[in-house]
DNA sequence: ACCTGAACACCGTTCAAGT
DNA sequence: ACCTGAACACCGTTCAAGT
């Protein structure tokens, strides 16, 4: 009945939902997945509007529907290429390849994140930064976890958004010397919470996970953690590691201001001391 | 000859790589796949030593083994039960999913990483365990993705951790309104920028990605992003973004500490505000 | 209790051939 | 130039059956 792993040997027979890869599930948040066969489904009428020419911002936008809609689980190109009632290979004449795909969805999602270089404060200039971030993944949350892997690293490069973060680190009085450190800090600090915060979970059958979840809160020995035991109450599904639900269903508002507020205010005072 | 995405149509056959999902490419580094047939290789030999009994934590550790090796994209359930020489249904006995199998290499890397609750300051200990984490994320650094992803919501909850980092911000004079907020903080500020350090390029072809990104960077208009322009050579494959090599190969030492600093200078600033 | 052997329903990618 | 149609080499997962 129970094996080692503690779960039940096989649940329900799982029909459609099957295969898939690396962060997948762990990046997933829920998503069916109703197969058709092989050969795509020409639909002729207006009502879908699926007859104009294939291009690759027709496929970037499906992808992104998908996305929104299935997770990041719930993505193929072979999917999206059904959507838009064409082969796969088609897909491949304007994409060469599926990750170059994913690569100019991150790109899409990210336009006009760097805000215009005004004349409030540079602490403000970072503010709203870090806000326009957040509401740009919030936008399609299931591209969170791309996003923070892309950013980082990749053809996504804006160089308008990076001249500018330099620009605004200057005139904060930023050395010379220190820019790059600290232009390193500001791009994580944009990204990293805000990739936590929408980081999805991995079941694909949440209710269940969540009840687990709570299941081994409750199991925590106060003794041992006494620390814990009491912050618990607070704690449930608003903390990092002990919340079941994603950005998307539980937004973490006041620790993001908080995150925020310490990060500028860490900087005042690493930029005044040099 | 050059397709709308503006890449040669086809390169080379690329031969048995093939196939992958989500994430894959995007967080993996680097993989090659000598595939074998179907039945697992019974290998009786014990040099090998790979005929003691199947278990969970040989499962684990062939797992990590295979990710340091080849990368989250050179992953597979089939390939560790390949090197196990079982069937892949055979790990399914003592793992209940693909994801299960990948929390617990998460929650194996993430041993210990929390400090004892010594005697120093409360600053020096929140920079040991900033520190401690990005150790361990550096001893197998393909698995950073997975461990942003999944330490955010999940059974690799430990206790004892979240205990301390409790325990560590009361005795550093936070208030207890504030609490949950500080260690969302705190939590963020771990694992934010080691994510990104660490998180892994795009390509199957490294090299050929460089030079690609390279041609960009040295593309990009002087005149119109004049600071950006300025700093460039300091940049290089040196700041997020602009970068094409992961922490893996290029470490982000300095950059690192400057986060830390920042963070914990913050971190002084907002409790003596409250 | 633990594993084999085979099947199922998917993938991403390639490639000749059509239009 | 753009897409079809089919194939190739993989996946994760299930399930009866063996031991």
Redesign the pocket.
């Known amino acids: 009945m129970a094996t ?1 792993s503690g779960k039940p040997a ?2 329900s ?2 029909p ?1 939902v ?4 690396i962060s997948q ?1 762990l990046l997933a948040s829920t998503s069916p ?1 109703r ?1 058709s066969q092989n ?2 489904i ?1 639909q002729k009428d207006k009502t879908a509007g699926q007859n104009e ?2 291009s690759k911002v027709r496929i970037v936008d499906a992808a992104i529907e998908q996305i929104d809609r299935n997770g990041l689980m719930g ?5 999206v290429a059904r959507t838009l ?6 897909v ?3 994409v060469p ?3 170059a795909l994913l690569a100019a969805v991150v790109e899409s999602t990210m336009e006009d994140v760097a805000p215009p270089l005004g004349k409030g404060t540079w602490q403000d200039w970072f503010r709203e930064l870090f806000s326009r971030y957040r509401k740009a993944v919030k936008r399609h949350p299931n591209v969170a976890q791309l996003v923070g892997a892309q950013l980082v690293s990749n053809g996504s490069l804006s160089p308008q958004m990076i001249d500018r973060i330099l620009s605004m680190l200057v005139s904060a009085g930023c050395d010379e010397s220190k820019i790059v450190e600290m232009y390193n800090v500001v791009v994580a600090t944009m990204v990293g919470f805000v990739t936590l915060e929408y980081a999805s979970l991995p079941s694909d059958d949440p209710a269940n996970w969540a009840a687990q979840l709570q299941e081994k809160t409750h199991a925590i020995r106060a003794l041992e953690f006494p620390t814990l035991a009491r912050h618990l109450p607070a704690m449930a599904n608003k903390a990092f590691i002990v919340r079941w639900q994603s950005g998307t269903d539980a937004p973490m508002d006041s620790s993001f201001v908080a995150f925020i507020e310490v990060a500028i205010a860490g900087m005042e005072q690493v930029l005044s001391r040099q």
């Open positions: 080692p096989r649940l027979p799982k459609g099957s295969a898939n890869k599930r997945k197969g050969a795509p020409k020419a294939l993505f193929s190109l072979r999917d009632g064409v082969y796969p290979a088609a491949y004449w304007h390849t599926r990750d």
